[in-house]
């Protein structure tokens, strides 16, 4: 069982609220990733981290920011929300290496109205 | 930057029925491919996954995959699916040199008619 834990599971906000998705884990896992999807789509990777005080933006252009301060928590924050945005949010995390199992958290599903 | 490609993207089936679902990545090197699977209303988990050795790797709930490398696929094989199979999987690849950032395919979702 993955012990990685998101919240809000669903939320809905106004258009230009600033919102943040918080991710944590305990697994003690030094890569950490957030991964956007839409229903019947593929995961797009928008941010990831090597480790505390690293964060690299993925193939999906983001207007959102992240943070790894502490290496069980990994948040991520939209300044000024729109309806674009509106998505389901999916945290990951892993040990480093390739081969290693990518453990994902239940997600966060945003509606901007 | 390596992409993966899953041609089905809805299964339907009845119980009993053999299952096989294509993964096709695009890459040079040396991978390590998985796939995940997602329940209605739980989260991804883990499948089976190949990093080296056997080609032919098997999985949770009877589930194997093939690596052919001179296909670059790793199809996902069951053969007789339960209603409990209903979900959706998901192929992905993480290449052994790099970043080791996986890059996950669209997803396949299979019914299964019990």
């Known amino acids: 069982e993955a012990d990685i834990y998101q919240t809000p599971r669903y939320l809905v906000i106004g258009t230009g609220k600033k919102i943040t998705l918080e991710c944590s884990q305990t697994m003690g896992h030094d890569k950490m990733y957030w991964y956007q999807q839409d229903p019947g789509m593929e995961l797009h990777l928008i941010h990831y981290s090597y480790g505390v005080n690293s964060t690299e933006k993925g193939d999906l252009s983001s207007e959102s920011t992240v943070s790894r301060i502490r290496t069980e928590h990994f948040p991520l924050t939209l300044e000024s929300a729109r309806p674009s945005h509106t998505s389901q949010y999916l945290c990951?995390?892993?040990?480093?290496?390739?081969?290693?199992?990518?453990?994902f958290g239940e997600g966060s599903w945003l509606t901007v109205v | 930057a390596q992409s993966v490609s899953q041609h089905n993207h809805h299964v339907i089936l009845s119980e009993a029925a053999s299952l096989e679902l294509g993964c096709n990545y695009s890459y040079g090197g040396t991978v390590n491919l998985f796939w995940y699977v997602q329940y209605p209303g739980q989260h991804l988990q883990l499948l089976l996954k190949y990093f080296s050795g056997d080609p032919l790797v098997k999985g949770i709930k009877g589930f194997e995959a093939e690596f052919i490398k001179s296909k670059f696929s790793f199809n996902l094989r069951k053969p007789s699916v339960q209603w409990s199979d209903t979900a959706e999987y998901f192929c992905?690849?993480?290449?052994?040199?790099?970043?080791?950032?996986?890059?996950f395919g669209r997803g396949t979702s299979l019914i299964v008619h019990p």
């Open positions: 992905a690849v993480i290449p052994s040199g790099g970043s080791y950032i996986p890059t």
């Open positions: 990951a995390s892993s040990r480093g290496g390739p081969g290693n199992t990518i453990y």
